[in-house]
């Protein structure tokens, strides 16, 4: 167990929906990360935040935001979704800022998102 | 930019074989190098890591020395069990860039057989 959780495990919608997937992060943990791992393009960096500021941006859609809370959770939200959007989406957590050299990143157990 | 390449799988071996998974890096900075593994159903972990040129990182009888020299982070293990079944991806994290995030290869599903 990392000691970072995920929910839901889960999650079937439809063409056109929003969804939210959250991740609390491990204690004491302050850098959320956001991966999006499908068949066609292997694990795919979206989003970083920081202490509930955006730190780094990735791969990631328009139609896809994220925000960490003052409590460090951190949601990410999909929208106008679309069956190419169907993927296992990861979030990790790290003790601090990027640049620390070889900070462990640890991961959740990811959330599985069918869109039909 | 920053990339990673790794051998393509499925590997398939018996139990007690000799496991070698390759991975070569390109980064413009500093990076970190790390090896994950993803067990079906499961999440990522980490399964060893090194930080700079020629430190070697080990963890359950793998390990994997970084070679600057050939931009390369392999993984070994002498001796692989049915248990070792499951996906390993190479990744780096660059620290002389502005993002701490992990670039991540293709990933090597390994399979082994009793």
């Known amino acids: 167990d990392s000691g970072v959780t995920q929910t839901p495990k889960h999650l079937i919608t439809a063409t056109g929906q929003r969804v939210t997937l959250r991740c609390s992060p491990r204690s004491g943990d302050l850098s959320v990360y956001w991966y999006q791992q499908s068949l066609d393009q292997g694990l795919q960096f979206l989003i970083q935040?920081?202490?509930?500021?955006?730190?780094a941006k990735g791969n990631i859609l328009e139609r896809f935001s994220a925000q960490q809370f003052p409590d460090l959770h951190s949601e990410l939200n999909l929208s106008s979704l679309e069956l190419g959007d169907s993927a296992l989406y990861f979030c990790?957590?790290?003790?601090?800022?990027?640049?620390?050299?070889?900070?462990?990143?640890?991961f959740g157990p990811g959330t599985r998102l069918l869109v039909l | 930019g920053d990339s990673v390449t790794q051998m393509e799988g499925p590997v398939t071996l018996s139990e007690e074989a000799f496991l070698t998974i390759n991975c070569t890096y390109t980064?413009?900075?500093?990076?970190?190098l790390f090896w994950y593994v993803q067990y079906p159903g499961e999440g990522l972990q980490l399964l060893l890591k090194a930080t700079k040129a020629d430190d070697k990182g080990s963890n359950k009888g793998f390990e994997a020395t970084y070679r600057k020299e050939t931009t390369s982070f392999h993984l070994e293990k002498g001796s692989v069990q049915v248990s070792d079944s499951a996906v390993y991806f190479c990744a780096l994290s660059d620290y002389g860039g502005s993002q701490g995030n992990l670039i991540f290869g293709k990933g090597t599903k390994l399979s082994v057989k009793p």
């Open positions: 935040y920081y202490n509930g500021e955006e730190r």
């Open positions: 990790a957590s790290s003790v601090g800022t990027s640049g620390t050299l070889g900070e462990t990143q640890y």
């Open positions: 980064a413009t900075g500093y990076p970190s």
